[in-house]
């Protein structure tokens, strides 16, 4: 403790203020975050059924709700097929979705033609409910654009979301679209905080945009670009890519995500706790896996990230 | 005149044209949806299915009008007042983005300033955190803000949210890490204590940062329904309002006119609020630096 | 200026949690409507689920038990009951039930043994007749399948805690002012055509039903005859069937559902949920390659097998399910049967109701195509009732008692089932609890409410009201001169059918009930990707009928739980 203290606090009173502001905080994590979630921790080692006699549950434990996972044909199949639809997703908002962030934000930050409009109207979809967004976006893909296209002689087969030929890309769409909000605002912000004289001092020795960019903008951003990737991860396991609001609990095998899968057997359940062990079993696995992923990503960007410097 | 013209060349590049190509395309499939929401809005609940693309026709202006007078929520207490769901939208959204944000704020700041294990530690738990998913955990949830007296009530609904967990606690953390140490050692040699250097030197600088991340929550809260709906069930908010006149089957509220109508309601008030505010607001958050 | 702004932050902060403190400890939200509590007769607070019966039946039922209850006292000092509800979508767990004011709960689409630890014992309600005018008991109302749920052992007796609500079922409804006025009645001589047509005098064939001259006659009996008419109703320039597309799945999927039961009977039924060694009549037999066969002359053959736990996969090789399947295969792959939004996913079941009823009329239609058919259930008069109103406004033969709908039986797969009575699978767990650990008056009002709605007069009003059933045994013949056509069709239906009830007191089955309940357990990998349902698996799978069936019965045998 004297040890702890004189490396990292100045004194007695600097130790008791950062315990002190601390205590709170921390208590609530404790109730509400430990305290809530030792249960869903338990609740992947119990085997709970009803004795249909009864009407009641029963509950012994078991390994089964992780084994399952695998050494049912069935449910191995289901977390595969969700899983490649969850690392694809992840692949499309990486390799589509975080460039053009970035480039929306260099194209704020360069305050070229209309660009706090374009910031403005970036983050709009995020102050907008996303049960209003949904239903506007689904009403409009089902309705005004086909018509739309019958105006250039292009021809659907059927409604955007119901065909299962563009239902994953007009899905992919919409999460693409609504997801530039917060993270166009964290970047552009963070490129305000490159030194002018950087900037001036390149665009006096004649680099292009795009050298300005690579070279000096995107180094600068990384660190902010780094928490959204290591952030990210946790993405892959959770993110049900609005399956939910598009599509009810109809189950889509082309866009069924594992986050949509954990959210559709939890509402199939309809409150019934029997259902939920091998949810919880499932949640565990992911975290088994997740964060080490994370601590990796996080370890990996810190090393070859580049230097704000 | 000229001069602006060869900036403005000077300025675009392949890359910004292709770019401003995008953004305008965004821009008009945004604003086209939400202008064909809000000419649906104006439509008979009953001629939608007949002209769901074209102009209204007749210009209907009595669906707001409609749902503000005949829609009700009716809860423990009986029905519930308009006023008082708009009451508590505000109650809520802003209470929890308030409570939520300081909290984060005061956390990340003392991981950041008080280079401890213990400071690293929390660290690493808010990012395992941020990755574990949690199956099964609102039974035990809803048991225990019975337990502590906090369910149904609005101040238990700022005490669950007092929480420091999620990617704003990152975004403080590295603000306030990126406030040079010489401003600090500055008002320590002025004789300043702990709590005065936090309130009076950092938070200050954070205001900005802080305001935007108040902006961004307020924002999450003021469209959540489902939370509040389960633990201050007798309290309900615009978002819910919305929600529940949305499944209504019962005509019209079931008619796309009337549904996009009570969306307009949860919608006009926070994008008014943004269009006034939003140069404010949006220009000042950021992770990694300090702005000015 | 940072400071200044980071003060009124925190200020405004500051003031808002101030604001909701106060509002907290003066108990803001908790105001009364005009509905005022009157302390001169004890209260009751029902919570009932909001869906598409709506609650005017909840209404009507409240003010007839205030009446017959005006002078009954409950607690001490005071005189008659006052009834008060909520409609409302919350979603409750137990502990949110034993909380809440509410003393009743109408509960919908859930099963009431995750309650049963907060709730009263109604075993005394159930074992007793509800009102001196009933002939049968509430026990006796119910089918043995109702006993079988709603019944708990606790020692050696049988409790009860909580009693059946709505029945709910989907079905076909068709526009009888249409097939009136078009001839789209099945004839009895098919030469002169398929359908009598403008021969309004030509001999109806005789219906599901298989006799002639009951009101079933010129519907059409099996699935051949059901597709020959919307061949012909498509021929005539109409549409044949019409269902939404955002609902699509649930909507068809009940239908299938229902064709099933209809075909192999409450007893074939039950082993899907049973698993006790009952023998299937009827399984499909699949080569090596899980491909269905048949014999030289053509026809599926068929076994008999026992099923139980260990080979329960083999139920789903049940014949009904191919031609159920099959049925849907060419319902939904031919676009000259269904309406064009039948696939949109923004195309609700309230818009779907409204365009059948306007497509075709004079001052609503589109064009001069008109719906002839319906996928949907008994509450959908309920729930278009504001619609029938505009639309009264413009003429009043468009009132609802001015059109005339009818609830089609569903037609036979094969003509040797035509004639043997129709079955119906009710998948609407609807139902009714008090809670427990109310004070002995408040308890003892509510259980007569509770005892009150299961009277004979009470049920009867309920479908007055609604133009539906509940889920219990009544006579509902002194007021069939009050229903619709269309109710008494349905009542007419329900009363001449066998149900089965989508439930087993199998601990097996409750043991898998995530892969065994009815809304899942037609899961197959169709092309490599896994379908939840029949319809998108044929839609969107590219299966037909018989391959869905295939992959299907490959699918559920598969499942690491039959042991």
Same mark, same amino acid.
């Given at each position: 403790?004297?040890?702890?203290?004189?490396?990292?606090?100045?004194?007695?009173?600097?130790?008791?203020?950062?315990?002190?502001?601390?205590?709170?905080?921390?208590?609530?994590?404790?109730?509400?975050?430990?305290?809530?979630?030792?249960?869903?921790?338990?609740?992947?080692?119990?085997?709970?059924?009803?004795?249909?006699?009864?009407?009641?549950?029963?509950?012994?434990?078991?390994?089964?709700?992780?084994?399952?996972?695998?050494?049912?044909?069935?449910?191995?199949?289901?977390?595969?097929?969700?899983?490649?639809?969850?690392?694809?997703?992840?692949?499309?908002?990486?390799?589509?979705?975080?460039?053009?962030?970035?480039?929306?934000?260099?194209?704020?930050?360069?305050?070229?033609?209309?660009?706090?409009?374009?910031?403005?109207?970036?983050?709009?979809?995020?102050?907008?409910?996303?049960?209003?967004?949904?239903?506007?976006?689904?009403?409009?893909?089902?309705?005004?654009?086909?018509?739309?296209?019958?105006?250039?002689?292009?021809?659907?087969?059927?409604?955007?979301?119901?065909?299962?030929?563009?239902?994953?890309?007009?899905?992919?769409?919409?999460?693409?679209?609504?997801?530039?909000?917060?993270?166009?605002?964290?970047?552009?912000?963070?490129?305000?905080?490159?030194?002018?004289?950087?900037?001036?001092?390149?665009?006096?020795?004649?680099?292009?945009?795009?050298?300005?960019?690579?070279?000096?903008?995107?180094?600068?951003?990384?660190?902010?670009?780094?928490?959204?990737?290591?952030?990210?991860?946790?993405?892959?396991?959770?993110?049900?890519?609005?399956?939910?609001?598009?599509?009810?609990?109809?189950?889509?095998?082309?866009?069924?995500?594992?986050?949509?899968?954990?959210?559709?057997?939890?509402?199939?359940?309809?409150?019934?706790?029997?259902?939920?062990?091998?949810?919880?079993?499932?949640?565990?696995?992911?975290?088994?896996?997740?964060?080490?992923?994370?601590?990796?990503?996080?370890?990996?960007?810190?090393?070859?990230?580049?230097?704000?410097? | 005149?000229?001069?602006?013209?060869?900036?403005?060349?000077?300025?675009?590049?392949?890359?910004?044209?292709?770019?401003?190509?995008?953004?305008?395309?965004?821009?008009?499939?945004?604003?086209?949806?939400?202008?064909?929401?809000?000419?649906?809005?104006?439509?008979?609940?009953?001629?939608?299915?007949?002209?769901?693309?074209?102009?209204?026709?007749?210009?209907?202006?009595?669906?707001?009008?409609?749902?503000?007078?005949?829609?009700?929520?009716?809860?423990?207490?009986?029905?519930?007042?308009?006023?008082?769901?708009?009451?508590?939208?505000?109650?809520?959204?802003?209470?929890?983005?308030?409570?939520?944000?300081?909290?984060?704020?005061?956390?990340?700041?003392?991981?950041?300033?008080?280079?401890?294990?213990?400071?690293?530690?929390?660290?690493?738990?808010?990012?395992?955190?941020?990755?574990?998913?949690?199956?099964?955990?609102?039974?035990?949830?809803?048991?225990?803000?019975?337990?502590?007296?906090?369910?149904?009530?609005?101040?238990?609904?700022?005490?669950?949210?007092?929480?420091?967990?999620?990617?704003?606690?990152?975004?403080?953390?590295?603000?306030?890490?990126?406030?040079?140490?010489?401003?600090?050692?500055?008002?320590?040699?002025?004789?300043?204590?702990?709590?005065?250097?936090?309130?009076?030197?950092?938070?200050?600088?954070?205001?900005?940062?802080?305001?935007?991340?108040?902006?961004?929550?307020?924002?999450?809260?003021?469209?959540?329904?489902?939370?509040?709906?389960?633990?201050?069930?007798?309290?309900?908010?615009?978002?819910?309002?919305?929600?529940?006149?949305?499944?209504?089957?019962?005509?019209?509220?079931?008619?796309?006119?009337?549904?996009?109508?009570?969306?307009?309601?949860?919608?006009?008030?926070?994008?008014?609020?943004?269009?006034?505010?939003?140069?404010?607001?949006?220009?000042?958050?950021?992770?990694?630096?300090?702005?000015? | 200026?940072?400071?200044?702004?980071?003060?009124?932050?925190?200020?405004?902060?500051?003031?808002?949690?101030?604001?909701?403190?106060?509002?907290?400890?003066?108990?803001?939200?908790?105001? =009364? *409507? #005009?509905?005022?509590?009157?302390?001169?007769?004890?209260?009751?607070? /029902?919570?009932? $689920?909001? @869906?598409?019966? !709506?609650?005017?039946?909840?209404?009507?039922?409240?003010?007839?038990?205030?009446?017959?209850?005006?002078?009954?006292?409950?607690?001490?000092?005071?005189?008659?009951?006052?009834?008060?509800?909520?409609?409302?979508?919350?979603?409750?767990?137990?502990?949110?039930?034993?909380?809440?004011?509410?003393?009743?709960?109408?509960?919908?689409?859930?099963?009431?043994?995750?309650?049963?630890?907060?709730?009263?014992?109604?075993?005394?309600?159930?074992?007793?007749?509800?009102?001196? =005018? *009933? #002939?049968?008991?509430?026990?006796?109302?119910?089918?043995?399948?109702? /006993?079988?749920? $709603?019944? @708990?052992?606790? !020692?050696?007796?049988?409790?009860?805690?909580?009693?059946?609500?709505?029945?709910?079922?989907?079905?076909?409804?068709?526009?009888?002012?249409?097939?009136?006025?078009?001839?789209?009645?099945?004839?009895?001589?098919?030469?002169?055509?398929?359908?009598?047509?403008?021969?309004?005098?030509?001999?109806?064939?005789?219906?599901?039903?298989?006799?002639?001259?009951?009101?079933?006659?010129?519907?059409?009996?099996?699935?051949?005859?059901?597709?020959?008419?919307?061949?012909?109703?498509?021929?005539?320039?109409?549409?044949?069937?019409?269902?939404?597309?955002?609902?699509?799945?649930?909507?068809?999927?009940?239908?299938?559902?229902?064709?099933?039961?209809?075909?192999?009977?409450?007893?074939?039924?039950?082993?899907?949920?049973?698993?006790?060694?009952?023998?299937?009549?009827?399984?499909?037999?699949?080569?090596?390659?899980?491909?269905?066969?048949?014999?030289?002359?053509?026809?599926?053959?068929?076994?008999?097998?026992?099923?139980?736990?260990?080979?329960?996969?083999?139920?789903?090789?049940?014949?009904?399910?191919?031609?159920?399947?099959?049925?849907?295969?060419?319902?939904?792959?031919?676009?000259?049967?269904?309406?064009?939004?039948?696939?949109?996913?923004?195309?609700?079941?309230?818009?779907?109701?409204?365009?059948?009823?306007?497509?075709?009329?004079?001052?609503?239609?589109?064009?001069?195509?008109?719906?002839?058919?319906?996928?949907?259930?008994?509450?959908?008069?309920?729930?278009?009732?504001?619609?029938?109103?505009?639309?009264?406004?413009?003429?009043?033969?468009?009132?609802?008692?001015?059109?005339?709908?009818?609830?089609?039986?569903?037609?036979?797969?094969?003509?040797?089932?035509?004639?043997?009575?129709?079955?119906?699978?009710?998948?609407?767990?609807?139902?009714?609890?008090?809670?427990?650990?109310?004070?002995?008056?408040?308890?003892?009002?509510?259980?007569?409410?509770?005892?009150?709605?299961?009277?004979?007069?009470?049920?009867?009003?309920?479908?007055?009201?609604?133009?539906?059933?509940?889920?219990?045994?009544?006579?509902?013949?002194?007021?069939?001169?009050?229903?619709?056509?269309?109710?008494?069709?349905?009542?007419?239906?329900?009363?001449?059918?066998?149900?089965?009830?989508?439930?087993?007191?199998?601990?097996?089955?409750?043991?898998?009930?995530?892969?065994?309940?009815?809304?899942?357990?037609?899961?197959?990998?169709?092309?490599?990707?896994?379908?939840?349902?029949?319809?998108?698996?044929?839609?969107?799978?590219?299966?037909?009928?018989?391959?869905?069936?295939?992959?299907?019965?490959?699918?559920?045998?598969?499942?690491?739980?039959?042991?």
């Amino acid at each position: 403790m004297k040890n702890l203290k004189s490396k990292s606090f100045k004194s007695a009173k600097s130790m008791w203020f950062f315990i002190a502001i601390l205590a709170i905080p921390l208590l609530q994590f404790c109730i509400f975050y430990i305290g809530v979630n030792v249960n869903s921790f338990i609740l992947a080692f119990r085997n709970i059924t009803l004795d249909a006699e009864t009407k009641k549950y029963v509950f012994s434990w078991t390994f089964d709700n992780f084994i399952n996972w695998f050494g049912d044909e069935n449910e191995f199949l289901q977390l595969t097929q969700t899983l490649l639809i969850s690392l694809k997703s992840y692949a499309i908002s990486l390799i589509i979705g975080v460039p053009l962030g970035l480039f929306f934000a260099y194209y704020i930050f360069k305050k070229l033609p209309g660009a706090m409009f374009f910031r403005f109207m970036l983050f709009m979809p995020s102050i907008i409910a996303s049960i209003v967004l949904v239903s506007i976006f689904r009403y409009f893909t089902d309705y005004v654009v086909p018509e739309a296209l019958n105006v250039f002689h292009i021809e659907l087969s059927g409604a955007l979301l119901s065909e299962k030929s563009t239902r994953y890309a007009t899905v992919m769409f919409y999460n693409l679209f609504v997801s530039f909000g917060t993270t166009v605002l964290l970047y552009s912000n963070k490129m305000a905080n490159i030194s002018p004289e950087i900037i001036e001092a390149a665009q006096l020795d004649g680099v292009s945009p795009a050298r300005e960019f690579f070279s000096i903008v995107l180094p600068q951003t990384f660190s902010t670009l780094s928490i959204f990737l290591v952030t990210g991860i946790a993405g892959i396991f959770t993110n049900e890519i609005n399956n939910f609001s598009f599509f009810n609990y109809y189950w889509k095998p082309d866009t069924a995500t594992l986050g949509f899968l954990m959210y559709f057997r939890t509402q199939k359940a309809k409150g019934d706790i029997s259902q939920y062990p091998p949810l919880a079993a499932l949640g565990l696995m992911m975290s088994a896996v997740a964060i080490p992923l994370t601590f990796l990503a996080r370890w990996f960007l810190n090393k070859v990230g580049p230097s704000e410097d | 005149m000229k001069t602006h013209k060869r900036r403005l060349k000077s300025r675009l590049s392949p890359l910004t044209v292709v770019m401003l190509v995008v953004l305008i395309l965004y821009c008009a499939f945004l604003l086209g949806m939400l202008l064909w929401a809000v000419l649906t809005a104006l439509k008979e609940p009953l001629a939608f299915n007949r002209n769901r693309v074209g102009l209204p026709n007749p210009w209907y202006f009595e669906n707001i009008p409609y749902v503000l007078k005949n829609a009700e929520i009716r809860k423990e207490q009986g029905v519930v007042p308009f006023g008082e769901i708009v009451w508590n939208s505000i109650l809520y959204s802003v209470g929890c983005a308030f409570v939520n944000t300081f909290v984060t704020a005061v956390v990340a700041y003392a991981c950041s300033k008080y280079k401890c294990a213990f400071s690293k530690f929390i660290y690493g738990l808010v990012l395992v955190v941020m990755v574990i998913p949690v199956v099964g955990n609102q039974t035990s949830e809803i048991q225990m803000s019975m337990n502590l007296g906090l369910y149904d009530k609005m101040i238990g609904m700022l005490v669950m949210r007092a929480s420091f967990l999620g990617i704003y606690f990152l975004v403080f953390y590295d603000m306030f890490g990126a406030v040079p140490s010489a401003v600090s050692e500055a008002a320590e040699i002025d004789g300043a204590n702990d709590a005065q250097i936090m309130l009076r030197i950092f938070f200050p600088i954070a205001s900005n940062t802080f305001l935007t991340v108040l902006l961004i929550n307020f924002i999450g809260y003021w469209n959540n329904y489902q939370v509040p709906m389960i633990y201050v069930p007798n309290h309900p908010t615009l978002a819910e309002y919305v929600f529940q006149i949305s499944t209504f089957s019962k005509y019209p509220f079931s008619k796309a006119p009337v549904q996009l109508a009570t969306s307009l309601i949860l919608l006009l008030p926070v994008v008014a609020l943004f269009c006034f505010t939003h140069k404010r607001l949006l220009g000042n958050l950021s992770i990694g630096g300090v702005k000015g | 200026m940072k400071k200044s702004l980071f003060k009124r932050i925190v200020g405004f902060g500051l003031a808002c949690i101030a604001a909701i403190s106060m509002a907290a400890c003066s108990g803001f939200g908790n105001e =009364d *409507d #005009s509905e005022k509590d009157d302390p001169t007769k004890t209260t009751l607070n /029902i919570f009932t $689920y909001k @869906a598409g019966y !709506g609650d005017e039946w909840l209404n009507r039922l409240e003010d007839a038990f205030e009446k017959a209850y005006a002078n009954v006292s409950f607690e001490e000092g005071k005189t008659g009951v006052q009834v008060k509800h909520t409609s409302d979508m919350l979603q409750f767990n137990a502990a949110q039930v034993q909380k809440s004011e509410y003393d009743i709960f109408f509960f919908e689409n859930e099963h009431y043994y995750k309650y049963i630890d907060v709730l009263e014992d109604l075993s005394d309600i159930v074992n007793s007749k509800a009102s001196a =005018d *009933d #002939s049968l008991t509430v026990l006796e109302k119910l089918d043995a399948q109702q /006993i079988d749920y $709603y019944g @708990a052992k606790v !020692g050696n007796e049988t409790h009860y805690y909580a009693l059946p609500s709505y029945f709910g079922n989907y079905g076909i409804i068709y526009n009888k002012d249409l097939f009136e006025k078009e001839g789209y009645y099945l004839a009895a001589d098919k030469s002169n055509g398929a359908i009598i047509g403008n021969d309004k005098n030509a001999k109806k064939s005789s219906g599901p039903d298989g006799k002639e001259g009951t009101p079933d006659d010129g519907l059409p009996a099996t699935y051949e005859e059901f597709f020959t008419l919307c061949d012909e109703i498509f021929n005539a320039n109409d549409t044949p069937v019409c269902w939404p597309g955002k609902y699509r799945q649930h909507h068809l999927g009940n239908l299938m559902d229902n064709l099933v039961s209809d075909y192999e009977g409450v007893e074939q039924m039950r082993i899907n949920y049973d698993f006790d060694g009952t023998i299937a009549e009827d399984l499909v037999v699949l080569d090596a390659n899980g491909k269905v066969t048949k014999d030289s002359k053509g026809n599926i053959v068929t076994e008999k097998k026992e099923i139980y736990s260990s080979n329960g996969y083999d139920v789903a090789r049940q014949i009904g399910k191919l031609y159920a399947m099959q049925f849907i295969e060419k319902l939904i792959t031919n676009d000259n049967y269904y309406n064009r939004d039948a696939f949109t996913d923004s195309f609700s079941h309230t818009d779907n109701q409204e365009l059948f009823l306007m497509e075709g009329t004079e001052d609503f239609g589109t064009d001069n195509t008109s719906i002839a058919m319906l996928i949907d259930g008994p509450w959908w008069q309920e729930e278009s009732a504001g619609v029938f109103t505009e639309m009264e406004k413009v003429d009043p033969k468009y009132a609802r008692t001015n059109r005339n709908f009818g609830w089609m039986p569903l037609p036979k797969a094969t003509a040797d089932k035509v004639g043997k009575g129709n079955v119906y699978s009710d998948y609407l767990n609807a139902f009714v609890c008090v809670k427990g650990g109310l004070s002995e008056g408040v308890k003892k009002a509510a259980k007569e409410f509770v005892k009150f709605s299961c009277t004979d007069a009470m049920l009867r009003d309920f479908t007055v009201t609604t133009g539906a059933p509940k889920a219990y045994k009544y006579d509902m013949s002194s007021d069939m001169n009050k229903l619709s056509s269309f109710s008494k069709d349905v009542i007419n239906y329900v009363a001449n059918s066998k149900i089965i009830y989508k439930y087993s007191s199998s601990n097996f089955y409750n043991a898998n009930i995530a892969n065994l309940q009815y809304d899942v357990v037609y899961s197959a990998r169709v092309n490599g990707s896994l379908y939840r349902n029949v319809v998108d698996g044929i839609k969107e799978g590219g299966a037909t009928g018989t391959s869905y069936f295939e992959s299907f019965n490959d699918y559920f045998k598969k499942y690491s739980f039959w042991k």
